[in-house]
T-cell receptor, first 115, second 112 residues
Framework: QQQVKQSPQSLIVQKGGISIINCAYENTAFDYFPWYQQFPGKGPALLIAIRPDVSEKKEGRFTISFNKSAKQFSLHIMDSQPGDSATYFCAASMEGSSNTGKLIFGQGTTLQVKP | DGGITQSPKYLFRKEGQNVTLSCEQNLNHDAMYWYRQDPGQGLRLIYYSQIVNDFQKGDIAEGYSVSREKKESFPLTVTSAQKNPTAFYLC???????????FGQGTRLTVV
């Protein structure tokens, strides 16, 4: 019940295309869903995050879509660029007084954007 | 600049030896975490600490130990009991009760 399942494992997109990565969770107590971007040999960095009170959040070319009833959320990268080539992780966590800040990560998606 | 510093970047260890990975932060964060990253498996939590002198086991704590004597520091020791220690280790911190985690650049440990 603590798992977050992420797909696909790898993704190849042409420059200018849309990249879509999906995640699903089971624990309905999760209430914070971030996406992290990681370049080779580096630590992950927060890209964008959403809470369940909204169904969509957009920051520049990056959009999170959230479906609370289906317990799914996805990352859309519009107008994908070669510089977006990286590994993307979805994650889930719980806020509130008992929050420890622990993040449960998906397995990761390696995105390659071809020029 | 504020951030998280992990050292060394690369570490080689002989089988049977303990090794300690360093993690220092100057973000004034209360909470610190250690994650292990293996190809295709995402990040898995080893240990976390929400306050000085206190820490909790994560999902894969066996073969690891930590200490939290100072707010800024959270070293991880990989002991000889860890059967498969070769991995990329990531340290992170967050404001206690908050959820945004900031990561260091990682230490790649290789057992030779």
């Amino acid at each position: 019940q603590q798992q977050v399942k992420q797909s696909p494992q790898s993704l190849i997109v042409q420059k200018g295309g849309i990249s879509i990565i999906n995640c699903a969770y089971e624990n309905t107590a999760f209430d914070y869903f971030p996406w992290y971007q990681q370049f080779p040999g580096k630590g992950p960095a927060l890209l964008i995050a959403i809470r369940p009170d909204v169904s969509e959040k957009k920051e520049g070319r990056f959009t999170i879509s959230f479906n609370k009833s289906a317990k799914q959320f996805s990352l859309h990268i519009m107008d994908s660029q070669p510089g977006d080539s990286a590994t993307y992780f979805c994650a889930a966590s719980m806020e509130g007084s008992s929050n420890t800040g622990k993040l449960i990560f998906g397995q990761g998606t390696t995105l390659q954007v071809k020029p | 600049d504020g951030g998280i510093t992990q050292s060394p970047k690369y570490l080689f260890r002989k089988e049977g030896q303990n090794v300690t990975l360093s993690c220092e932060q100057n973000l004034n964060h209360d909470a610190m975490y250690w994650y292990r990253q293996d190809p295709g498996q995402g990040l898995r939590l080893i240990y976390y600490s929400q306050i000085v002198n206190d820490f909790q086991k994560g999902d894969i704590a066996e073969g690891y130990s930590v200490s939290r004597e100072k707010k800024e520091s959270f070293p991880l020791t990989v002991t000889s009991a860890q059967k498969n220690p070769t991995a990329f280790y990531l340290c992170a911190s967050s404001i206690n009760g908050g959820t945004e985690a900031f990561f260091g650049q990682g230490t790649r440990l290789t057992v030779v």
